[in-house]
């Protein structure tokens, strides 16, 4: 097994996240390829659906807007 320490930082990303979206992220990048973000949110299997889901349509539509 690969060991990997990570480094110590004075605060979390974001208050939700932990090791297993340390986890889902490298499942992610594995499985749907670097930087697809949205289909990692939308994978039932990783930990991002219920802590961070896809925008719906209408909050897409209204960030866009000028």
């Given at each position: 097994?690969?060991?990997?320490?990570?480094?110590?930082?004075?605060?979390?990303?974001?208050?939700?996240?932990?090791?297993?979206?340390?986890?889902?992220?490298?499942?992610?990048?594995?499985?749907?390829?670097?930087?697809?973000?949205?289909?990692m949110?939308?994978?039932?299997?990783?930990?991002?659906?219920?802590?961070?889901?896809?925008?719906?349509?209408?909050?897409?539509?209204?960030?866009?807007?000028?």
């Amino acid at each position: 097994a690969l060991r990997i320490d990570p480094p110590q930082l004075p605060e979390r990303p974001t208050k939700w996240w932990d090791a297993m979206a340390d986890k889902s992220l490298i499942v992610g990048c594995y499985k749907h390829g670097y930087e697809n973000y949205d289909q990692m949110r939308a994978d039932p299997t990783l930990s991002f659906i219920s802590s961070c889901p896809l925008p719906s349509q209408t909050q897409t539509n209204q960030t866009e807007q000028p």
